[in-house]
């Protein structure tokens, strides 16, 4: 029984910290296209919307758009984004911003540097918290075994 009150908090840790790293990937790859230099024209092939949640938790839904450009090179590239503005549809003419070295992880999103450091900051600080929480009750749970075997 003493197990679970120190498994379940290392597995949300662990979990959390794979969210932390999700988010640090993201942002590097979307300020690594914008400070690339590199931009194309590129078209929106398709928009559709998923939902989550339902029943007892909450509705949430997401706007994607699946983009093609052709880089400088030549070679014809198809991504998909998420939460991309609603005002995008199928067949608009967008800017594009890409690495040259992954033209794959392109972004459309227009550059917005401290947009992208504030969300990804308050994401990280609300990742520490849960890890911080976490710890902390795996601190006082020892304790509390350790006062009840004494």
Not at 120 to 134: E, Q, R, S
Request: hydrophobic share 45%; net charge neutral.
């Amino acid at each position: 029984m003493e197990a679970l009150f120190y498994v379940a908090p290392i597995l949300i840790i662990v979990l959390v910290l794979c969210g932390a790293v999700a988010v640090i990937r993201r942002s590097r790859r979307v300020s690594s296209a914008w400070s690339s230099g590199l931009t194309a024209e590129g078209r929106c092939l398709r928009t559709y919307t998923t939902t989550s949640g339902g029943g007892d938790t909450m509705v949430s839904t997401s706007l994607h758009h699946v983009y093609e450009f052709t880089t400088r090179e030549g070679r014809a590239v198809r991504f998909e984004e998420r939460n991309g503005p609603g005002t995008t549809l199928e067949g608009d003419i967008v800017t594009v911003y890409y690495a040259a070295d992954h033209p794959e992880q392109a972004t459309a999103h227009a550059p917005a540097r401290g947009k992208l450091a504030a969300g990804a900051g308050c994401a990280l600080v609300f990742f520490g918290v849960i890890v911080a929480f976490c710890v902390v009750f795996i601190l006082v749970a020892h304790k509390m075994f350790d006062f009840m075997g004494s």
